[in-house]
């Protein structure tokens, strides 16, 4: 795969609105990946203390990077280029979508989902929070605009969260449409901020400002521009990559290897419990009025 010179990078990661727009274009042109509405960059770190790339994945999907399992193939296509290519020394997660980090998932894929199908989606999503988690280099979320449920536990599996300061907001709204907070993304969440924090915020769905998210620890630093976190990204990224590569992975994965063991140990109940609580007549109708809403739509009362 072509790699992009590393004074390309910042210009990458700091995609204007207009460029957003031509994404497709732009990236076939320097060598990227772009397949479907996820792209792939790898651009070199210069220098003897630092060799390697970064990797950029931006997520250009829906209309308010909402998925659903096509959308969540994609995104695991996409880390799946960035796991296999040599020499990775950093991630950067970003959004094409303006406005929007993530919505998370789309809702309409969970009303009147077969377990089936619920269990296939569950089970891809968990994969890549943990991968994305269990990488082993550091990563960087950078967020501009609102990352909500999925959105939100996507740039916490990062190790770092940039933001640009905007009206975006920030959290893990599950409880608002009937869903539990599974334990191992309520464990996540406590991590980074406080037990009171997650006890407060995760039992009422509520959401956050990046503002309000910085000093309680979930967002690590605002900008006043997505160049600003462009420039801020990169930096860090490169700082982190002056270390020997295979100490630093070392030393990554034993400080995540407790939670990962977790993680995994907890899937089949976890799986179990999502799907009881999706399957509910009051989660379903709960989930039918936020798509009304969303949609400016008032629900029909015959409707499942």
């Known amino acids: 795969m072509i790699r992009l010179p590393t004074t390309m990078l910042a210009q990458r990661l700091a995609v204007t609105a207009a460029a957003r727009r031509s994404l497709s274009t732009t990236a076939a042109r320097r060598g990227e990946s772009t ?12 220098g003897p203390l630092s060799p390697g790339c970064v990797a950029t994945i931006t997520m250009a999907c829906a209309k308010a990077n909402s998925f659903d399992l096509a959308a ?3 995104l695991s296509h996409a880390l799946a280029q960035v796991e296999a290519q040599a020499g990775v020394r950093g991630l950067v997660l970003q959004s094409g979508t303006a406005g929007f980090f993530s919505a998370g998932f789309s809702l309409p894929v969970f009303h009147g989902i077969a377990q089936a199908d619920f269990e296939r989606l569950w089970a891809l ?14 990563s ?30 920030i959290g893990l709204n599950e409880v608002a449409v009937g869903l539990p907070v599974p334990q191992w993304l309520a464990e996540r969440f406590r991590d980074l901020t406080s037990l009171r924090a997650a006890e407060e915020l995760l039992s009422t769905g509520a959401s956050l400002s990046v503002a309000r ?24 990224l490169r700082q982190c990559a002056a270390a020997p590569r295979a100490a630093q992975a070392e030393t990554l ?3 995540r290897r ?6 995994d140990a907890d899937c089949e109940r976890d799986t179990a419990q999502l799907w009881r609580a999706i399957s509910r007549p009051d989660t379903q109708n709960a989930i039918r009025a936020a798509i009304a809403r969303l949609s400016n739509k008032r629900p029909s009362p015959s409707a499942a």
């Open 140 to 169: 960087i979320a950078a967020i501009d605009g609102h990352a909500l449920g999925l959105g939100c536990a996507l740039a916490m599996a990062c190790q770092h969260r940039y933001a640009v300061r905007s009206p975006g907001l």
């Open 72 to 74: 969540l193939e994609g």
């Open 125 to 138: 999503s968990r994969s890549i929070f943990r991968r994305l988690y269990a990488l082993p280099a550091p």
């Open 213 to 236: 998210a910085l000093p309680l620890g979930l967002v690590d630093a605002v900008f006043d521009s997505a160049d600003d976190v462009a420039t801020a990204a990169f930096t860090r």
């Open 35 to 46: 397949a479907g509405p996820f792209h792939v960059a790898f651009s070199e770190l210069a």
């Open 253 to 255: 994965e034993a400080l």
């Open 258 to 263: 407790e939670y990962l063991a977790r993680f």
